[in-house]
């Protein structure tokens, strides 16, 4: 049903309507900056005024992919010609790959930080979720006695700034033997995101009304059924909600991962500003980095989008 | 189908006490009616029998089995919800095939099974619909045909029709008395509007603060009310009481209205066993209260009060001593407050009530 509407309030409308313009271009600004400096020849990166239109090239993404070093001399020309397609444009820009004495090429560390970050972050958010869904349903059905102080402590948990406990964690770890590890950080980003987990699903769990459980259970369903069959299901937008919640903390943590990582398990948050400081600093190549760590969290959210949009208000259930 | 029991059950919550000593059998194939008004305790116990609740004690029993300390999983009852609880996520097809997943039925026989009841409930155009497309009396359909769709032993319904508007209740009750007949399943339904217990029930179970009042057929709490509260409850305009002094002895008694002048003559059989000069209270529907323009054998004068004009028929207010009763008569019987008019009461429709128990002295007959 169109109402009616006054010139005015068209007006108003597109006035509305231009101001988010505005906005959105404005929060778009630094990630088309990144984008296109991810894609641009080293030269162009860093010129003033920007360069806007150019040829985009993926020579940024070869060089964060492996291990350069300088050329001295000009490369000779068989070389160049035997070179795939790919190495050309590292030798274009001054620079070789460096290969082991087998001829393999030496990959630089981004590849395995970044699996590392998937690791850790899907893992992590993973068992928050989990977890916080079940205890957020044992406190929303059950009585548990001291609800509201247990509630409180959960929550507290996350009061104090990580920088606070990273130091003392880092000394726990290293006597236990966790640092540097996956599983070290996996726990620490559990244990992080769980509080944020069990909050926000028990907010979730209280609106889904106890009835539906309550059907299933003269139904001849057991109580464990009835959760997955049914609260689960109806769970299914919060849950995606704490999910991507939960993944962007543990995606974008850098405190931690700074601290507790140096090698084997860092993540990639704390390599990408690394690469700032090794020699002359190749924005296209931080850009490059920045770039594809912008997008698990980009197709992750995209894929829940659904979920997220869907209002709760959707139930056949009468108040 | 089966007989359910409940023996000397009480429910606590915390220190308050919902449900008091509540002793009720219903019979196989049995459709009771629990009455009552909001927060008397119906829901608990119509929950308690279901196994959504434990009670605190006492016993319950199916098929002359104990099952209180069983779950709900385990009791083989179904129950409608008074607000549906329609699962959202899926179709009405599955929300009615749900309860047919949890034991493992053959796909063929589930299909059969959902289909037949969709039959019966007239829904078979709505399976693949979600429930939130549905209508009221719609949902209302699917809600009943989850819970019949595996043939519980029997079937508990929370005021299954509260939700809805008048003229849809009226066709939905219509409906679930269709259904009770033709399934014959074992029904306990739980409302607090009379006309929908009267219409349906086989026996009404009266409550009031988690006690029990009355149980009996429809007719009976409505002419042979056991206490003042059911006098009260049942029935639509509510039943006259007054406080009425007995005297006389033999043959006929006067009873006095409201320390009236006069008072009526009644045979001593109607009072029981109540002697002379007992503090009673006298109740009469406004049915039983005549009035008449003319002077007749025992009535005495009073002046009306109050008309009600009802369309087919008048509420007429007469003051009687201290005591107000209302009578009912045809429409413009009465024409105007302030005119003298003759009542008198009929004695075979007269109940008389112990003043401090609340009980009818029918009881002590
Ligand atoms: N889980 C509970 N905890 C504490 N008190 C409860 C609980 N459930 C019900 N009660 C109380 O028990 C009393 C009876 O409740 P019940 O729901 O059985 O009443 P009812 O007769 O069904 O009323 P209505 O007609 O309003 O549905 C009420 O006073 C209610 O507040
Ligand atoms: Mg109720």
Redesign the pocket.
Known sequence: MAAVRTPREIFLNRVAIAAVMVVLLIMLVPIYWIGSTAFKPRNLATTIPPTVFFQPEVSPFVKLMTKRSQLRKPVEQEVYDAAPWWEKMVLDGGEKVVRTGKGKIRPSGYGQRFTNSLIVSIISTFLAVSMGTLTAYGFSRFKVKGEDDWLFFILSTRMLPPVVVAIPMYLMYRVVGLNDSHLGLIILYTAFNLSFSVWIMKGFIDEIPREYEEAALVDGYTRIQAFFKIVLPEAMTGIAATAVFCFITAWNEYAFALIMTNRRAQTAPPYIPSQVGSGLPDWTVIAAGTFLFLLPVAIFTFLLRNHLLRGMSFGAIRK | MAQIELRNVQKF??A?Q?IKDMNLTIEDGEFVVML??????????L?AIAGLETVTSGEILIDGKEVQNEKAADRDIAFVF?SFSLYPHMTVYENIAFPLRAVGMSNSERDKAVKEVAEILRIPNLLKRRPSALSGGDMQRVAIGRALVRRPKALLM??PIGALDAKLREEMRAEIKRLHISRGSTSVY?T?DQIEAMSLADRIVI?HD?VLQQIGAPEEVYLKPANLFVAQFVGSPVMNVADVSVSGNGGDVSVVVGKADAGFAFPQSTLGNAKAGHELSLGIRPEAVLLSHDKSDGAIEVKSTNIEPLGSHDIVDVQIGSEVLRARTESGFVSGEGQTVWVNLDPTQAHFFDRASGLSLRGHE
């Open positions: 919550f915390g308050v919902v009552g008004q909001s927060g008397c305790g119906k829901t608990t116990t929950r008074q929370d005021e739980v607090h409550m988690g």
